[in-house]
Every structure is written in structure tokens, then in C-alpha cells.
DNA sequence: TAAATTCCTGACCATTTGGTCAAATTAACG
DNA sequence: CGTTAATTTGACCAAATGGTCAGGAATTTA
């Protein structure tokens, strides 16, 4: 009987090993090509199984991209969760922004799964960016607000700093591509992203303006 | 005769206006989605015409692609071509930067053209990447890097510097919809690119620690 | 106006691709 | 061991899609 037909049967050791390494093969294929630029034949192969095979854990291509995203989803938000309200607001936001930067650096692909996601039009997770996404940012933003009245940070709108950090640390695995084609080899070297961090965080903390 | 068989022969009116008419119809539909995402019959139905007569143009999806991409290269690379060396470096930056969000604001699909090529691994414009980006690209962080030399910038590294101009600015463009869903209407209000450009002047410009 | 050229279209083709199915094979279990 | 359930596969289908082509309509040119 298929797998995902009856509801929460008791899961077979074959099934949780095969869905893992569909899901994970599938991760790949999708932030590389983008949804409709994979096929399944694509995930099957790297995932060593017959096409039938794999459908027969994931009945739709839809199914298995969902089930990517929302994988990937939690430990994606993960890292906002824990800016500290009782924290030092300088240390909090460093520690922030080099937790994005080092997820750029060690899983580029999750990365580069959502900005596809995001950049055509967010189909399947519209809901969620308007759900708990939203109202994560919402209480971050509080968070951060309420840093800039009691004077601990410059005067700058919250959202807008949230998107600001987003986009600088994401750009590095969003964009490797061509980094690497006006840098060379020197973005895979192991310095290079501590380069990147040490340049975002004195911009961020000092400003280009000397003082 | 097909027009792209005999060269360079007489460009026909008609030929003008239908290769115009394709192009930007096709520069909508390829950046929302992608080159694999887009059927040739998508773009001409938004161009008005049938998908045979398009092909009377462009032979092949591939050259309607890489048409749209090289028309809207030169508009892209025009703004960091004007970061003039003899000019305040605060000054400089701060129009480049503002330039680059006005163009996240007027004319995204470019941005999102762009950031889907190259999320794809860049297939097409490789050589541009590596070529006239690079070049100047590699011009202009050495303006930078004797700013910084001369002391009138933070020690900062000039091509790492640029990436976070270009980052932070391009987000505007390539994640709106993350924003909409995160800040609702808002973001299509005439005063949010200016309270963004406000809030990225002041962190690029002061940094978010209190002097 | 008549010939030549350009433009346009409907019909068509080959390939790719998401997905199905019956039947064979393997694993689980009493 | 034998029965039952889970797993795997080759063969197959229908729809979508990139692209072709012969010929008709419109436009330019002589």
C-alpha cells in the first residue's frame, strides 16, 4: 500500500530511509534549477531510484517540494528566534548576523531554495511568510524598536535593518556565482568568509563615515 | 526571408516594432519565471502575436533569453560606471547606492532577471560576469580602496563593500513579495523606498552603534 | 500595377515530462 | 515456512512544449 495513502501508519525502516534521501537529493536538484526547472527523472537519479520508485513515496513533484521547503523552514528561522530581548543589542545583532552569514556559508543551498521560492512569486509558502514568518519578524522588530528608544542603537527603522542583514548575509549564497567570477577562487578559500563577515559587521556597527 | 538569417540586412519597420514588442514581453515573463519556467508561448501571447511569428524573430527561445539579458546588462552596469574618483567618497556612495535602489524601484524585473541567471548558475552570462563586470568592478574597488587609503572611508574591504550595496539594494527588488507579506501595502506606498533609502544611508553611512 | 520580398498562420512533429499501473520482487511476521 | 504487506520496476499514457514547414496575406519595391 503507498506510504502517504494511509495516513500515519507505523513508518517501515525503508520508507524513512528512502523519503530522506529523496528529500535530501531533492534539495539540491530544486535550489539549483528551480521548481519547474527539475524534473523528477532528475531526483530519482541522484537519489540512485527508478522514477516509479519515488513516486511511490512522493506521489506529486508538488508534494516533494513542499516537503523541501518546510523542512528547511525551521531551521531557516531558527537563528532570529534567538536575538535576545535582555541582551546587549550591539552583541545580539553581531551574533545574529554572523549566524545568517555562517548558514550562507555551510548550507547555500536552503538559501538559494527560498530566494527561487521568493523570486517567483512565493506559490507555496505564501502562507507562511504571512504567517509565523511574519509574526516572528513583527516581535523581533518590537524587540529592536524598543533597543533604538532607550538610545542603545542609532536611530534606524527596524524592519529595514532586519531586511538589510537578510539580504548582505544571504547575498553570499545567493550570488557565490559571481562572487567567484570577479574574485576568483578566493570566495572558496576559507578566509574569505570571515573576510565578509568582519567587513559587514564593522559597516553595520561603525559606518563607512570615519569618526 | 528570416531576419536574423541575412545579417545585418535593412531593418524593417515592422521588424523593429515586433522585436521590441517580443523583447519586453519576454523580460516580464522570464523574470518571474525563469528561462526553463517560461514557454514561448507565454510570451507571445503578451506580446500579442502567434507563437509561429515569434519564432520568425527569434528562432529559438535561447536568443529571445540572452536578447533580454544583454539589453538590460548595459542599463545595469551604467550606475557604479559613474562612482567618479574625484568626488567626496560619502557623496559618491550615497548616490550610487540610492541610484541602485531607484532602479530596484522603477524597472525590478531587471533586478529579477538577473538574480534568476545567476541563481541558475549563471549559464549565459558567464563570460560577462568575468569579463566587463569584473573589469569594473575591479576599477572601481581600487577608487575605493585608495578612499580608504586617504582615510576618508572606514578601513573597509572595497569589493565586500560593494557586494553589501548591491545586496541590500537589489533585496528591495528580488524579495518584495517577502516584504509585502511581512509589512502588507505598505510596501507599495510611495514613501517606502524612502523611508529604505533613509534607513540603508544611515547604517552604511553612521553603522547602528550610538557615537 | 506587377513582381519580389517580408510577414504571418494553421497544421503538424518529436521530445520531454509528470504521472499511472499491473505485475514481479523483497521484506515482515505469525 | 508460508502468508501477507511493502517495495520496486518496466512499460505505458496524455499533456505540454520547443520548433518546423508549406503556403497564404500583406507590404515594399521596381
Redesign the interface.
Known sequence: MNPRAGQTKKRTRIQAKNEAKILEAALDIFA??????TTIDQIAQKAEMSKPNLLYYFRRKEDIYISVLERTLDEWLTPLTELDPDGD??KE?GKYTSLKLQMSQNDPTAS?LF??E?????PMI?HV??GS??DL??EKAAVIHHWVKS???????P???I??I???T???A??K???R???GDEVDQADYFE??G???S??????????
Do not use: S
Open positions: 539549483t534549477f528551480g521548481f519547474r526547472g543589542p550591539i545583532i538559494r530566494a527561487n521568493i523570486l517567483h512569486g512565493a505564501e511568510l504571512k514568518l511574519k519578524v513583527d538610545g542603545k542603537l542609532t536611530k534606524v527603522d524592519y529595514h535593518l531586511f538589510m537578510w539580504a548582505t544571504q547575498h553570499y545567493d550570488f556565482i559571481q562572487m567570477a570577479i574574485l573576510k565578509a568582519n567587513t559587514i564593522t559597516v553595520f556597527f561603525e559606518g563607512i563615515k570615519p569618526r
